[in-house]
């Protein structure tokens, strides 16, 4: 979901579920509401299957940028990053720079807040089958537009080499130079299922693989923090606070949290604890203590950074995996 801040009636909402478990749904492209969420109207997109982030201009309602991972199951259809000029009425897919080999898709997208014509988007090819499920490829990684998306760069110094998995993305508000990645890359050190237990690769952090990277030179360059990475395919998400760069958190069936930005993560206590499988996070601009987070369980809201949290139990909301009749 997308609102477009300049009027706040505009929405757009990009359907299927982007995480990558054998239970995911998809969706039949990207909806529009000009009237606050009342109506809304397919404008396009039907074949991406799961579309994984939407950003709006901060300034022109007409533009529009997606995010489309595409199909789990198959290399059928649409993936990789779209752009619309014109209110959603015809999308141009960007391939200058970016893969376009029909395997590898969009899977994250984040624009510098102070200049629209600079994006990053991070590639991801997988395919889930039956039997086996594979997470990454030649094709991924992190690339830079500074043009709106007419030319890409693929970024790569500090940044592991080989295939990649799944990769997400955050920039920081106040000096959009800082941008963090959480990369999914070969063997995975500690954090819960799937994870190789501790070996001496796991604490040299010369030797790149999976974890939390951070540029602070519009990703020229970047420096590998901490290896953490828990189950990359179905979560991959991390948050900068909008008011504080060293205040880093990593989703994940916990919530990890850093306060030095990046390099060390701890997992935050309950009320955290209970509640599992976090995917959506947003943190006020105006109150870095004041955050919402979205998973599986539900919604929830803090008012002091985690001390204490509202659970909103009202919401008729649920994933249903099985039905069976009698």
Known sequence: VAIFQGNPR??????????????????????KSTDGGQT?????????????????HPSDPEIAYVAAIGNLW???????????????????????????????????????????EVLYAAFYQRLRQPWRFDSGGPSGGIFKTTDGGRTWKKLAT????????????????????????IVEHGFQCGGGRGAAPASPDCADMTRLGSGVYRSED????????????????????????????????????????????GKTLTQA????????????????????????????????????HGASFIYFDNLPIGQFYKVGPD
């Not at 074949?47 to 994984?52: S, V």
């Not at 179905?234 to 949290?257: E, G, H």
């Not at 959506?280 to 203590?289: C, E, F, G, L, Y």
């Open 10 to 31: 505009i929405l757009w909402v990009g359907t299927g579920e982007a995480n990558n478990r054998n239970s995911v749904a998809w969706g039949d492209g990207i909806y």
């Open 218 to 261: 519009g990703g020229e360059t970047w420096k590998f923090l901490n290896r953490y990475n828990n189950r990359p395919f179905y979560y991959s998400q991390i948050r900068i606070n909008p008011s504080d760069d060293q205040l880093v958190y990593v989703l994940a069936t916990s919530v990890q949290w850093s306060r030095d930005g």
């Open 269 to 304: 206590q309950a009320p955290f604890g209970p509640n599992y499988d976090h995917h959506a996070m947003w943190i006020d601009p105006t109150n870095k203590d004041r955050f919402y987070l979205g998973k599986d369980k539900g919604l929830t809201l803090t008012h002091d």
């Open 74 to 116: 198959g290399y059928t259809g649409d993936r990789g990053v779209f752009k619309t000029a014109d209110g959603g009425k015809t999308w141009q897919k960007l391939t200058a720079g970016l893969p376009d080999d029909g395997k590898t898709g969009a899977t994250d997208l984040v624009m510098d807040p102070g200049n629209p």
């Open 40 to 56: 809304f109207q397919n404008v396009g997109l039907k074949n991406t299957f799961q579309i994984a982030r939407v950003v709006t």
């Open 158 to 181: 500090g940044l592991p080499a080989g295939d990649t998995g799944r990769i997400g993305l955050d920039i920081y508000r106040k000096n959009p130079k800082i941008v963090m990645a």
